[in-house]
């Protein structure tokens, strides 16, 4: 076990040193690997698909992208107005699947001149929309003073209720953001519809949003088309806004195209030297990046596990189900504390009362866990329509916990509710939930996901760990308790 | 709130859940034996093989069509006990105490008829009352008799005596006396009352409820202080030879006993709980101790039995008049 443990925090200390993997969070710049994916059924001759690249722009320094795939020549394509990817093949048929990964680093540095929008033509409005547009510009022309006030007038009024009679109509023939910039358009704001990449850490399959970009004199500004400008603190990197579309399949149908996403932590230095390292290969940013996200989350479970060992060997708590307490750590993770706890427990409460009712029917234990299932995904329904209506967004994580677990969660209470009372629910449970907002606790830390998943070897250390704690055979903390009433002889 | 530090714990020689776990549980007792006790109608029949007495098997129910008959094998008792083979915690036992025109009289006191027995039979072999929902086997065995000794004491049911056996050895051994609060069931987590027992002589050492030591037994009023189990050596005896026949190192034997004959083994467990110690006021490692010193495992169950009445049994009056004495003055509580 010392060995083990040896070797993992050896390893651990070995590639800091040698590969300089940073040994805290946040030393380093964060790089966003950005991979697309296409998808698309080749009809069975020549075929070719472009798929447009980001800008340079300020906030965001673009690396060399890779877009490889197997039989495809690959090419960047600088001429268009914006670079475009663009894969060709003699012969393709069936089902095919393209990626290109780019890697973004978030840097504050980084800024790019923005070039100034051209010569402003407006668009042709057909009637009635010319005239729909023309009294919605003119009712908001007095109120304005620029650009800015003029755009987020015009989402006001696109979203308001009851809704403006000229807006309803004009919203009727075109999409929002296409409207939002249109209008601004005419009113002689130059203006136009992008497409947007939200990051956040870990996401896949998603799609471009689409944006407005307004030009306020010195800089384009970002506006959401019905939530009004885009604080700077979302991390937004701008896709497309030259070319008439994100990409474009030729000899093709069923076309699509989704984005994954997934934030590293590392030194600038590693970046440049990294296909050299014989070091990564072994690491897990080897793995594509959807599994890395989920790795992400596995790696942190051996820490949960070592509370739950920690608490129930050393200390005593008494858990429902061994280790049911990191599984609901982990639904926590993406809850937060708080929301987690408290729709954990309504949910259970309400399974509890429920559940009363089934074990006077006396059903079969499969067909009971089945049932309660099905109850338990109707609960969460209901929960989540009713927060969504009352306002409640938090009430909507509920959906994270997994539904079995909760099942079954609600099955053992209820046994050990008819077994032992309800004191020792409370108990059990409780100790459940102490010990689930331990492990969430530590695994929430940024040092410990950051060693979790940059330094697997550090598990090894866990592993030691816990086979340490499980040879030990003293007494438990609450045992000091229990055995209290020893009299002195 | 009341702590106790680790080392006058490990100085009293208490067993610890853990040191339970690792150095007793998984070190004496092999698991293939294990569903030997977990299952009492396997435990029913292995201990008559080898000659253990047992309430007497009545009979077995496993199937539906089985409890369809029921009535007819009903037909001559007049009291009887329904237990799921694989139920915990007292749970799905029914007892029957005698009968009447209207039906069935239970423990209680109600009427129960005919259709009521087929449904609690249903349920019990459908696996409602067992560990896990499984399937199980329903058991109808003869009504044990409360012996007058425990008259006094015994509150909806009949008081077991619960004996750590360690190798053949009886090393420790506890009263358990249902009260109103543990709902006629003799779990001590539930609040019944645990008396604490001298292996010498099977008088009792100290009694506790909760954890607190009480003198008076909280429904009735008795004197726990002076309860004198009846038949103490066979008892010891029948427990000793429980170890040949399930071949566990570290066993929970129940036994009751009967008005007419005598000590008969109720069930046997391979986790045996903890709370003994406090039932005792002593820890169990001294004693465990004692005998894994011992290199001789070739020792009869008299000679065993006797070496333990002699090691493990107080000198008369030593010690355990001031236990009793600390609980005087304090009311029982209920």
Known sequence: MLLLFAAGVGTAGFRHQEYRIPLLPGEQQTVWQVEARIEYTALGGPTQIFLTLPPEQTGFRLLEGTGAAPGFGFDVDRNAEQRRAHWTKRHAEGQQALFYSLPVVEDPAQIVEPIPPGALIPPRWDEPYLTAARQVIDSLLPITADAHSMAVQLVNLMTSTPADQNMSLLKDRYDDPELLARLLTTAGIPARSVQVLLLEDGRRRQALMEHVQVWQGDRWRLYHPTTGPVPDSEKLLLWQTETPAVFEVIGGTSSRVTFSMISQDRSMLELAEESREPGFALSLYSLPIAEQGMFKLIMLLPVGALVVVFMRILVGVRTSGTFMPVLIALAFLQTDLLPGLASFILVVAFGLLIRSYLSSLNLLLVARIATLVILVIGIISVFSVVSYQLGLIGGLTITFFPMIILAWTIERMSIIWEEEGPKEVLLQGGGSLLVATLAFLLMDVGLVRHLAFNFPELHLAILALVMVIGRYTGYRLLELRRFASFEPR | ?334
């Open chain 2, 1 to 334: 709130m009341n702590w106790i530090s680790p080392w006058r714990l490990r100085r009293i020689g208490v067993l610890g859940m853990n040191r339970r776990n690792v150095a007793y549980i998984s070190r004496y007792n092999d698991r293939s034996n294990y569903p030997l006790v977990d299952n009492k109608l396997k435990t029913k029949l292995m201990a008559r093989k080898v000659g253990l007495r047992v309430p007497e098997l009545l009979h077995t129910i496993s199937t539906q069509h089985e409890i369809e008959d029921i009535a007819e094998l009903l037909e001559h008792l007049n009291s009887f006990v329904i237990k799921p083979a694989q139920g915990s915690g007292g749970k799905g036992i029914l007892v029957i105490r005698g009968r009447r025109p209207e039906g069935y009289v239970k423990s209680s006191g109600g009427i129960v008829d005919i259709a009521g027995i087929k449904r609690h039979l249903t349920n019990t072999i459908s696996g409602l009352h067992s560990l896990g929902g499984r399937p199980d086997v329903a058991i109808i065995e003869s009504l044990v008799e409360t012996t007058d000794a425990f008259e006094a004491v015994s509150f909806e049911g009949v008081p077991d005596i619960r004996l750590i056996v360690f190798q053949g050895f009886p090393v420790m051994g506890m009263l358990r006396l249902a009260t109103r609060e543990s709902d006629g069931k003799a779990n001590l987590h539930q609040g019944a009352v645990g008396v604490g027992l001298d292996i010498g002589t099977g008088q009792a050492i100290a009694a506790v409820q909760h954890n607190r030591l009480v003198r008076q037994h909280p429904d009735t009023n008795a004197d726990l202080s002076r309860i004198q189990v009846p038949n103490w050596s066979s008892l010891l005896r029948l427990a000793a030879s429980s170890y040949e026949a399930t071949r566990l190192g570290y066993l929970g034997c129940d036994i009751v006993i009967d008005r007419h004959q005598g000590p008969l083994l109720l069930e046997l467990n391979a986790r045996p709980g903890l709370s003994i110690q406090i039932a005792n006021n002593e820890g169990l490692l001294p004693r465990l101790r004692q005998v894994e010193a011992l290199d001789s495992p070739f020792m009869s169950v008299q000679e065993r039995v006797q070496e333990a009445m002699s090691w493990f049994g107080r000198s008369a009056g030593s010690g355990q008049e001031e236990l009793w004495q600390g609980t005087e003055g304090q009311p029982a509580t209920g």
